[in-house]
C-alpha cells in the first residue's frame, strides 16, 4: 500500500502533485501490468448480471488524480462518486477505517453486484483498516438484506479462510468478527460461504456463537436462505465424524436447550428427520432424547415438526406423551395445529397402539368438529380420507351420529367409504354399532338422503347399497336390512352366513325364502 506522505514533499504545490501523478501514470502504462484483474490499458469488471469495460486511463487515474489533489484533506466528500471497483484497482487511494465506513455505507445498499474477486482485491488493498471499519460499519447498520454475497466472499477469502485453529476455538475473536463485524452480511451469505464455514474447525462452543449470530439475522432472511443455512451449514457442521463433541451434545448443561443452542431461530425450519440422520452419530441424538423433556421440546417445534417427533421417539406408545402433544396443539388455533399435525403423520403411521389411537382421536374429533357445519366436500374428503386415515378406526358410533347430522348425501357418503376404507382394523362390536347409526340416519324422514339426487350417481340398488352402507351392511341384522324397500337380495345372499351368525332367532332357510318372497313382489 503507497503512502501520499511518501510519495510527495511536502513543499510541493497542488498543481505539482497532479503532475507527479501522471508522470507516473504514463511509466506506469508503458509496463505490463502484473496487476491480476488489470490489464495494460483496460479493466474487464465481471458481474452475475452483465460485463463491463473500463478505459484504465480514463477511469482509474481519475481516482487517483482526484485522491492526490485532495490528499491530505477531506477525500469523504468525494468517496461515494466512485465505484467499488475504481477503489479496489486505484493505484494511491489510502482510505481509513471512517472512510471504508462511508464508502460501505452509501454503495453497499445500493445494488452494486460486483464480482467476488472485485472484492477480494478491495479487502485485500484495504486489509489495515478493515477489522476497525468493520466494527463501526456494524454498530451503525440495522438489520439489512444486502443484494449480493459477494462482499462476504471476498472478506472470506482474504480473512477468515486464514483464521488458524486456535482462533476457530477461540470464543472472544469468532464472537469479535460474526457477531460483530461480519453480522451486517449474514443474511446474504453464499452456499459457497455456508459450507466452508461447515468444513471449519470450529470447537462446539463456537460453532454455537456463530448459529447464534446467523439467528441475530435470521429475520431480515428469505426462506430459501434461511433453509440454505440449515442445509449447507447446521447439518453439516453437525453431521460430520470428526467432531470431538458429537453433535455437540456435551458442552451443554442443560439438554433440553440443545436444539436452542445447535439451531438457532432456525430450528422451526428444520425437520427432526435431519437431525437422526446425522451419520454415526445417531446414538449420540437418541441419547439426547432422553434428556429432553416432552413439554419443552414441543414449545420450541412447530405442529409438522412435533408429528415427526410422534414418529421416532416412541409418543405413540404412551398415552401420556400424546395427551402432551395434544395439550400443546390445543393452545392458540387448535383446527389448524392439528390439521398441520395430522398431515404430518398421514400415510407415515403403520402401526398406533389403539389406547393412543383413541386418545388421539377422541380429542382430534373435540377439536375439528367445531368446523363440521362449514365444511365442503373437499373438506370431509381431505379429512376423513387423509389426514385421519391413521386414526379412524377409533371413530365411534357417538361420532358418526355429530358427523351425519344435517350432512348431504355426497358427504354423508364420504364418510361411510372411508369408514369402510378402515373396517378391517375396527372390532366387530364397533361396526355393528356404526351401522347401526348408518341405517337410522338412512330413515330418518325428510332428510338428503332420500332424495332423487342420491341415486342419481347409483344406478342400481347394489350400488345405493354399497355406498350408503358401505362393509357395515354385513354386520347388520337381518330386521335392519329390511327396512329399505330396495331389491337388496344380492347383497344379502352374498352376506347371509354372517347374518344368520348375528341374529340367531333367523335360520338360513327363512332368510333365504324371505330374500326370494321380495324378489318375486318386485321390492325395489
Known sequence: MFSFSLLFPSGLVKNELVKVVKQNERKRL?????????????????????????????????????????????????????SIPEFACALFANLSSNDLVTLLACKLPSGGNYSKKIWELF?????????????KYSNETPL??????????????????????????????????????????????????????????FSCQTYQVVVKAFSTEEPSMEMTQKISVIAHFIKPFLSRPDL??????????????????????????????????L????????????????????DLLTPSQAAELTLISGVLNSTSQIDLVFNRLEENNAFTKVDEFLTGLADQVKDIKPAVRDVMMNRTIKIISTEFAQFQTSNWTDWFKVK???????????????????????????????LSNVS??????????????????????????????????????????NANLGHFSSYL??????????????????????????????????????????????RG
Open 144 to 201: 439489512i438484506k444486502l443484494p449480493s454475497p459477494s462482499i462476504l466472499d471476498g472478506i472470506s477469502v482474504i480473512k477468515v479462510n486464514k483464521f488458524s485453529d486456535a482462533e476457530l476455538e477461540n470464543v472472544t475473536f469468532i464472537t469479535t468478527w460474526f457477531q460483530i463485524r461480519l453480522r451486517p452480511f449474514l443474511a446474504s451469505a453464499s452456499t459457497d460461504f455456508l459450507s466452508s464455514l461447515s468444513s471449519k474447525n
Open 477 to 522: 341384522s337381518f330386521s335392519q336390512l329390511t327396512q329399505f324397500n330396495i331389491s337388496w337380495v344380492g347383497t344379502v345372499l352374498k352376506n347371509v352366513e354372517h347374518v344368520v351368525s348375528i341374529e340367531k332367532e333367523w335360520d338360513l332357510e327363512k332368510i333365504r325364502n324371505e330374500a326370494l318372497i321380495s324378489i318375486v313382489e318386485g
Open 123 to 135: 479487502v485485500q488493498k484495504y486489509s489495515a483498516s478493515l477489522e476497525e471499519a468493520l466494527d
Open 244 to 277: 470431538s463433541d458429537a453433535i455437540c451434545f456435551s458442552n451443554i448443561s442443560d439438554k433440553s436447550n440443545w436444539l436452542i443452542k445447535n439451531f438457532g431461530n432456525f430450528s422451526m425450519y428444520a425437520t427432526l428427520n435431519d437431525l437422526p440422520t
Open 279 to 298: 451419520n454415526a452419530n445417531i446414538s449420540r441424538y437418541l441419547d439426547l432424547l432422553q434428556f429432553l423433556d416432552l413439554v419443552q421440546l414441543l
Open 388 to 418: 385421519l386415515i391413521s386414526i379412524l378406526p377409533s371413530f365411534t358410533a357417538e361420532m358418526l351420529i355429530d358427523a351425519v347430522s344435517n350432512i348431504s348425501c355426497t358427504n354423508y357418503q364420504v364418510i361411510v367409504e372411508a
Open 424 to 465: 378391517v382394523n375396527i372390532p366387530d362390536n364397533r361396526k355393528q354399532e356404526l351401522g347401526a347409526v348408518l341405517v337410522k340416519h338412512l330413515n330418518q324422514p325428510n332428510q338428503q338422503i332420500n332424495q332423487s339426487a342420491c341415486r342419481v350417481i347409483n344406478q342400481t340398488d347394489t350400488d345405493w347399497f
Open 30 to 82: 508503458q509496463q505490463q501490468s502484473t496487476h491480476p484483474f488489470c490489464s495494460l490499458d483496460r479493466m474487464l469488471v465481471s458481474s452475475s448480471q452483465c460485463t463491463v469495460q473500463f478505459n484504465h486511463w480514463q477511469c482509474y487515474s481519475q481516482l487517483d488524480l482526484v485522491m492526490a489533489q485532495l490528499w491530505p484533506g477531506n477525500v469523504s466528500t468525494v468517496l461515494c462518486n466512485f
